[in-house]
């Protein structure tokens, strides 16, 4: 069976994806890639055979393949770790573990986070059964994790994998995400993280976009006011779900904030005229409100337009570098 990667023109073979991950002996294998089959259908492979990483164990759980009838929407592959099949289970962390300090308020955000999503709906059972999960998950993270405890953001995470695998595995590729997508500092006390990508946003714009910077200066608005949300939930929180899950594609297959960059500068600068034109009230409003204007926007065209935009690991690594020099 042949699969197209998103984004580009080259055909992967499973057996190709099984050479390329062969190496890994530390991570068990969930699933390699979010490919796109050619076929009219869209395949999720959640898992290839131990065959191909032979010194790793399998998962103690049972995953084949399902099969999706959204040909617009391309899922997403993770590579669980090696310590879920070691570590404390979420089921042990949630009823022996706990956080005071926590679990009030996240019971509070259950009814903020995808309220109007069938899987966390307050007002019918099914919703109900999805809030408890959430909880679970977010609980299990404030006890692992001390350091970093809980934050509002990570509900929308949590909530967008639950709605594709079990407590358990959603629970541990957030952990991931977290450890290795460089997510920990959107939620620490004070916010670093999103601090940095603030700070990196502006330089790609001053860089492409001059006068949109200075009418933003003009007008006093700086990203944290609209951007925050794109940063820290990943643009889950008010964009159009398609759109979400195939950003989220690039973004875990390529382990890279670049395409996050990427559809924050495109939403920006293809709204240019309106932006330049507007007053600070209407500026925050329709940069936060920007899932308005995307409810009719085809993925793929959407995604196409995103992957123009001009961007280079060189140049994300170069703004990095410049944010620790100045604020260390």
Known sequence: MRFEAWGGGSLLTVDLCKRRIRGCTRYVLNSALYLQPTSSRLRFITLLPPTCCPSVAAPPFDIDMYTYAQPSVCHIAFLLPLFMLTSAPLQHLCVNGSAPNWEPIITRDLNRTFPSHINFESNNARGGQGQQALFNVLKAVAVYDKRLGYCQGLGFVAGILLIYMSEEES??????????????????????????????????????????????????????????????????????????????????????????????????????DKLLSSTFENLAGRLKSANDRLLKVDPDKFMTAVNKVALTSREIDAAAAEYEREFG
Do not use: C, T
């Open 171 to 272: 629970f541990w590729v957030l952990i991931r995400m977290i450890r290795d997508y460089d997510m920990e500092g959107l939620f620490l006390p004070g916010f670093p993280g999103l601090q940095k990508k603030f700070f990196m946003l502006r330089k790609f714009l001053e860089a492409r976009q001059p006068d949109i910077v200075a009418h933003f200066d003009k007008e006093g608005l700086m990203p944290d006011i609209y951007a925050m949300q794109w940063f820290q939930m990943l643009f889950s929180y008010n964009f159009p779900f398609a759109l979400v899950l195939r950003i989220w594609d690039v973004f875990l297959a390529e382990k890279s904030w670049k395409v996050i960059f990427r559809v924050a500068l495109h939403i920006i600068v293809s709204d240019k």
